[in-house]
């Protein structure tokens, strides 16, 4: 299947600085989840996304699903070097695999 | 208990070697998963193993070969591997068989290296 693109592949930023990353798809979706994986990790769950428009916020995180339900992006407040690691959207387009997008890689400058 | 476990660690072997990676989980989970990770690259989804059968392999090579011998258990039994074979072997579980509805929890991968 065709691989969901992540923008930007890399981000370096200063700490306490914002960062944010795209996932987008030529194809309607499902839902989206997202996960993060720290250098040397697997990757953890952070959220999923099922409605059009939908908004979730974990702390200095806000995920938002696009209201065509083909895009999404997250975006961290405030980066703290404990946000290091790839960000990875995940989108279903309604069969049951789970497709990795290419993933962003963050590192903060400390 | 919402850990998935997966052995070894580490593995390095032959082109001419058998072994097995195994994994488990205890939290009840219907659907398990093999995926294959290379170097700053995405997990690549290889099997779906949905109610202890195999429902998805996503044309991976024979010389892995899966096997789930009960709804906690997950092996993948390798042989015959290529040096380009070698990478992070993630497993993974989820609730329901329907990977895309349900967050799926990793294990730390067995980290492969095939000489």
């Known amino acids: 299947g065709q691989q969901v693109m992540q923008i930007p592949q890399y981000q370096h930023v200063q700490e306490g600085e914002d960062f944010t990353t795209y996932c987008n798809s030529s194809t309607t979706l499902s839902n989206i989840q997202w996960y993060k994986q720290r250098p040397g990790g697997h990757p953890v769950f952070l959220i999923q996304?099922?409605?059009?428009?939908e908004v979730k916020k974990q702390k200095r995180l806000t995920f938002q699903f696009g209201e065509a339900k083909k895009n999404s992006s997250l975006h961290i407040t405030a980066t703290q070097t404990t946000d290091v690691g790839t960000y990875f959207c995940a989108p279903n387009r309604g069969n049951e695999k789970l497709t990795f997008g290419t993933g962003t890689r963050l590192t903060i400058i400390p | 208990d919402t850990e998935v476990t997966q052995t070894p660690k580490h593995l390095v072997m032959g082109m001419t070697n058998k072994k097995s990676l195994k994994c488990e989980q205890h939290m009840g989970h219907r659907a398990m998963y093999w995926y294959k990770q290379k170097a700053k690259k995405p997990p690549e989804l290889m099997f779906v193993y949905s109610y202890e059968k195999l429902s998805i392999n996503e044309s991976v090579p024979s010389r892995f070969s899966p096997e789930c011998p009960n709804s906690s258990l997950l092996n993948l039994h390798l042989h015959a591997l290529q040096p380009e074979d070698s990478a992070l072997y993630l497993c993974a579980s989820s609730q329901d068989e329907f990977a895309g509805e349900d967050e799926q929890f990793f294990g730390p991968g067995t980290r492969l290296t095939v000489l």
């Open positions: 996304l099922v409605k059009s428009g």
